[in-house]
């Protein structure tokens, strides 16, 4: 896995868009005390559910995984001019 440049200000945005689609699909469990960890793996796990990302292997199915395939989703989302993809 190749880290990408900026990963962790994409990942935060990746959060940012995951959750406002998590509560336009009807999610309603984000709380102001849940952990980036939680919220990863919900967001994760709902954009797999809804086949907008590929679904990781079973074996390689953890947190750092998770963390990159959200940064990945939300770069190719963005157009190419922005800030965070130069």
Do not use: C
């Not at 990408?4 to 945005?13: C, H, R, S, T, V």
């Amino acid at each position: 896995m190749k880290k990408l440049k900026n990963e962790q200000q994409l990942l935060k945005m990746a959060i940012s868009v995951g959750e406002t689609y998590a509560k336009n699909r009807g999610y309603d469990g984000f709380s102001q005390t849940m952990g980036q960890k939680e919220k990863v793996e919900i967001i994760y796990r709902l954009l797999v559910n809804d086949k907008l990302i590929t679904a990781l292997g079973n074996d390689s199915e953890d947190l750092l995984s998770m963390k990159h395939r959200l940064a990945v989703w939300i770069k190719n989302k963005l157009p190419a001019n922005h800030a965070l993809l130069k």
